[in-house]
């Protein structure tokens, strides 16, 4: 999966370290999302200027047998940037002139 907005004019990579105060799997129990039924296996992050702030929760249906071949579902979530930001110790971007 790779990141992608309208023009792509920076592109990069990114790096994060897990909270010591908060799992991914809390965060998303917390926010309503059943991880006995999904297995998370990322989060995407997108933001518009400091007017949008969205985090989709990345998930695969632990009811299919095929995973690796089954489709991402993804499931969008209304959290503050605080919140989302609990997830890291340290999460580094790096984006490049294309």
Same mark, same amino acid.
């Given at each position: 999966m790779i990141a992608k907005v309208k023009y792509c004019d920076y592109v990069g990579t990114t790096a994060g $370290?897990? @909270?010591d105060f908060e799992t991914l799997d809390? &965060? #998303?129990t917390t926010n309503? =999302? $059943?991880?006995?039924t999904f297995e998370p296996i990322? =989060? +995407?992050l997108r933001t518009y200027y400091d007017k949008e702030f969205t /985090?989709?929760? #990345?998930? +695969?249906d632990k009811n299919i047998s095929d995973k690796?071949? @089954?489709? /991402? =579902?993804k499931k969008e979530l209304k959290v503050s940037k605080e919140e989302f &930001?609990? #997830? &890291? +110790?340290r999460l580094e971007i790096i #984006?490049?002139?294309k």
């Open positions: $370290d897990i @909270s809390d &965060f #998303l309503n =999302i $059943d991880i006995n990322g =989060i +995407k /985090v989709t929760a #990345l998930l +695969k690796e071949n @089954s489709e /991402v =579902i &930001f609990r #997830l &890291f +110790k #984006l490049l002139n």
